[in-house]
């Protein structure tokens, strides 16, 4: 990086930090309410609901990894993308009203409000060491490595850098966070936008063309096994992406989970009333549409350019000479011009540390109102709760740096790391929280089953292959040979997860009904789910969207 590409950084620094700190000052609740300094409660307006889930979603592992995933899937990965969109909708539609009708402004507290406190405690310790042990160190290791990479500046002196940033602006609460993410999330696209111009310029270059149309065209022709969002079982990558299951399997559950059960992202939008909070979704989900644009295009490009004896490609994508498709994205912002270098730079920095930021306030928020008040302090003053919340932070961020090294991140890669250990899980939280909404009948046993019993079925479907011969499910598409063993897709194993939970609850909640046990309900009536016209009039047009980029790339 030059000079300017330094000072461009700076600036993107100064403007975060001093954004952020007029934010902390202007709406500084002189209360020291919890609920505001964690869920900026009535503060955040839709635009900044929006662009905080973006930025806090979009981190280094879709930046590196899925760009990665372009370079040797394809488009297909686009999925996690363009099903987010859809996915989101669902949420606004159908979660939002239960939780804030309920006054829910934590996971756990929904688990504690609908099923038990055993059953909310589980969780919260859970939710805990998910968050640290494989959110956090990931985001922030992979952040590391690819500012390291670009920068030249030491992985370790990067890692703290990264941790105080985001330190500065969690401090500040969920109000400083809302709105210095939306300068995280212009600077996140604009960069993203100069990398993908810049890429399909070389490929147009490349084959003595001068437009980004001409470079677009010429990936698409000489990549056309790129382009199909619908993977048949004799692609390599189909145990990634198993065919139909993306469109109606476990993606389903898998961003259900994600973007319904998980305080990391439902957070933003509890502190608002409804008609914010569903009009701050829609605003992510059309700018979840944009996102395969800026992280996975890129990727496609290099591979083109690799592909077609680009010298500085063939040399610069191999890694211990191998090829590693996870140098696509790192390569191309090497490659860029003085000046947007360092704007590109800004917008992987304002990824990682916004993900940084969101997370570490979302284990501070659970510890505080789902541990520490009720473990610790039950007549914690609210000022007390705030201070106990910035310590967490402090801490967790700390445990982070220190841990994230050891845990092999860089071998598994970060997409596929968190992607494998939340997916152990993932099918037990949301059938717990989809019947616990819709099922009156649904006890806190099912809920235990649905957490322990879906655990441990993730893990024997996992580990059946070594010791049963699966082969029998190739017909169908359940089983692919990886190696020689024929093992069951991730996404497909979450399905059949999902509906082993949702059977198995639905038996025990029926045989606690006849012995007498009493669920505790929650208030849910259908007027909830009415939504206004413009709302309606939006989410029509981003499904709409999402089917038709289904259509044409299918």
Same mark, same amino acid.
């Given at each position: 990086m030059?000079i300017?590409?330094y000072i &461009?950084?700076?600036c993107?620094?100064?403007?975060?930090? +001093?954004y952020?700190l007029?934010? *902390?000052y202007?709406?500084?609740s002189?209360?020291?309410?919890?609920?505001?300094?964690?869920?900026?409660e009535?503060?955040?307006t839709?635009?900044a609901?929006g662009?905080?889930l973006? =930025?806090?979603n979009?981190?280094?592992e879709?930046?590196i990894?899925m760009?990665g995933?372009?370079?040797?899937?394809g488009?297909?990965?686009?999925?996690y993308?363009?099903?987010?969109a859809a996915t989101l909708?669902?949420?606004?539609?159908f979660?939002l009203?239960v939780?804030?009708?309920?006054?829910i402004?934590?996971?756990?507290?929904?688990l504690?409000?609908?099923?038990?406190?055993?059953?909310s405690?589980?969780?919260a310790?859970?939710?805990?060491?998910l968050?640290i042990?494989?959110?956090?160190?990931?985001i922030?290791?992979l952040?590391?490595?690819?500012v390291?990479?670009?920068?030249?500046?030491?992985?370790?002196?990067?890692m703290?850098?990264?941790a105080v940033f985001?330190?500065?602006i969690?401090?500040g609460?969920?109000?400083?966070?809302?709105y210095?993410?939306v300068i995280?999330v212009f600077?996140? #696209?604009?960069g993203?936008l100069?990398?993908? %111009?810049?890429?399909?310029?070389?490929?147009?270059?490349?084959f003595?063309?001068?437009?980004l149309?001409?470079?677009?065209?010429?990936?698409q022709?000489k990549? =056309?096994d790129?382009f199909?969002?619908?993977?048949?079982?004799?692609?390599?990558n189909?145990?990634d992406?198993?065919?139909?299951s993306v469109?109606?399997?476990g993606?389903?559950?898998?961003?259900l989970?994600?973007w319904?059960c998980?305080?990391?992202i439902t957070?933003r939008?509890l502190?608002?009333?409804l008609?914010?909070?569903?009009n701050?979704l829609?605003?992510a989900?059309?700018l979840k549409?944009l996102?395969?644009l800026?992280?996975?295009l890129?990727?496609?490009? =290099?591979?083109?350019? *690799?592909n077609?004896?680009?010298?500085l490609?063939?040399?610069?994508?191999?890694s211990?000479?191998e090829?590693?498709?996870d140098?696509a %994205?790192?390569?191309?912002?090497?490659?860029?011009p003085?000046?947007l270098?360092?704007?590109?730079?800004?917008?992987?920095t304002?990824?990682v540390?916004?993900?940084?930021?969101g997370?570490?306030n979302?284990?501070a928020?659970?510890?505080?109102?789902?541990i520490?008040q009720?473990?610790?302090?039950?007549?914690a003053s609210?000022?007390?709760?705030v201070n106990?919340?910035?310590?967490? #932070?402090?801490?967790s961020?700390v445990?982070?740096?220190?841990i994230?090294?050891?845990?092999?991140?860089d071998k598994?890669?970060?997409?596929? %790391?968190?992607?494998? %250990?939340?997916g152990?899980?993932?099918?037990g939280?949301?059938a717990?929280f989809?019947?616990g909404?819709?099922?009156?009948?649904?006890?806190?046993?099912?809920?235990?089953?649905?957490?322990? +019993?879906?655990?441990i079925?993730s893990? &024997?479907l996992?580990?059946?292959?070594?010791?049963?011969?699966?082969?029998?499910?190739?017909?169908?598409?359940?089983?692919?040979?990886?190696?020689g063993v024929?093992? #069951?897709?991730?996404?497909d194993?979450v +399905?059949? &997860?999902?509906?082993?939970?949702?059977?198995?609850?639905?038996?025990?909640s029926?045989?606690?009904?006849k012995?007498?046990?009493?669920?505790n309900g929650?208030e &849910?009536?259908?007027?909830?789910?009415k939504t206004?016209?413009?709302?309606?009039v939006?989410?029509l047009l981003?499904?709409?969207?999402?089917a038709a980029?289904?259509t044409i790339?299918?």
């Amino acid at each position: 990086m030059d000079i300017k590409d330094y000072i &461009v950084f700076l600036c993107y620094f100064v403007i975060v930090v +001093g954004y952020g700190l007029y934010i *902390y000052y202007k709406k500084k609740s002189a209360s020291g309410d919890s609920k505001d300094y964690f869920l900026a409660e009535g503060s955040l307006t839709w635009w900044a609901i929006g662009a905080s889930l973006i =930025a806090s979603n979009i981190s280094a592992e879709q930046f590196i990894g899925m760009s990665g995933s372009g370079f040797k899937i394809g488009l297909a990965i686009a999925t996690y993308e363009w099903m987010a969109a859809a996915t989101l909708i669902v949420v606004a539609v159908f979660f939002l009203p239960v939780y804030l009708k309920n006054k829910i402004f934590t996971m756990p507290q929904f688990l504690n409000v609908r099923y038990n406190g055993t059953v909310s405690m589980i969780m919260a310790v859970f939710w805990l060491l998910l968050y640290i042990v494989v959110n956090l160190t990931s985001i922030l290791f992979l952040g590391a490595l690819a500012v390291s990479s670009i920068s030249g500046l030491d992985f370790q002196l990067c890692m703290i850098g990264l941790a105080v940033f985001a330190i500065i602006i969690t401090l500040g609460g969920m109000k400083v966070i809302g709105y210095t993410d939306v300068i995280q999330v212009f600077f996140l #696209i604009l960069g993203g936008l100069a990398t993908t %111009y810049l890429a399909l310029n070389l490929v147009s270059n490349h084959f003595g063309g001068d437009s980004l149309l001409h470079g677009f065209s010429m990936v698409q022709e000489k990549a =056309a096994d790129h382009f199909h969002m619908i993977l048949k079982p004799d692609n390599p990558n189909y145990i990634d992406l198993p065919g139909l299951s993306v469109l109606i399997g476990g993606m389903w559950v898998i961003n259900l989970s994600y973007w319904g059960c998980n305080q990391y992202i439902t957070q933003r939008a509890l502190g608002a009333d409804l008609g914010t909070a569903r009009n701050g979704l829609l605003f992510a989900a059309v700018l979840k549409l944009l996102m395969p644009l800026i992280v996975v295009l890129p990727g496609i490009a =290099a591979f083109v350019l *690799y592909n077609e004896g680009d010298g500085l490609f063939q040399k610069e994508m191999l890694s211990a000479g191998e090829l590693n498709p996870d140098r696509a %994205y790192p390569m191309l912002l090497s490659l860029l011009p003085t000046g947007l270098k360092g704007l590109s730079f800004a917008a992987l920095t304002a990824a990682v540390v916004a993900s940084l930021a969101g997370k570490a306030n979302s284990i501070a928020t659970i510890f505080s109102l789902d541990i520490y008040q009720k473990i610790f302090d039950k007549q914690a003053s609210e000022r007390k709760l705030v201070n106990v919340g910035k310590l967490t #932070i402090i801490i967790s961020m700390v445990l982070a740096i220190i841990i994230a090294p050891h845990l092999g991140i860089d071998k598994k890669g970060g997409f596929q %790391y968190i992607q494998e %250990y939340t997916g152990f899980v993932s099918p037990g939280i949301f059938a717990m929280f989809l019947l616990g909404f819709f099922w009156k009948k649904t006890t806190s046993n099912a809920a235990l089953f649905a957490t322990i +019993g879906g655990f441990i079925m993730s893990i &024997v479907l996992k580990f059946l292959p070594n010791f049963m011969d699966l082969s029998f499910l190739a017909s169908s598409g359940f089983s692919i040979p990886v190696n020689g063993v024929y093992e #069951i897709p991730f996404i497909d194993r979450v +399905g059949f &997860v999902f509906l082993f939970c949702i059977i198995g609850m639905y038996f025990i909640s029926i045989y606690d009904n006849k012995r007498g046990i009493v669920p505790n309900g929650l208030e &849910v009536d259908t007027k909830m789910f009415k939504t206004k016209t413009g709302f309606a009039v939006g989410a029509l047009l981003v499904l709409g969207i999402t089917a038709a980029l289904y259509t044409i790339f299918w």
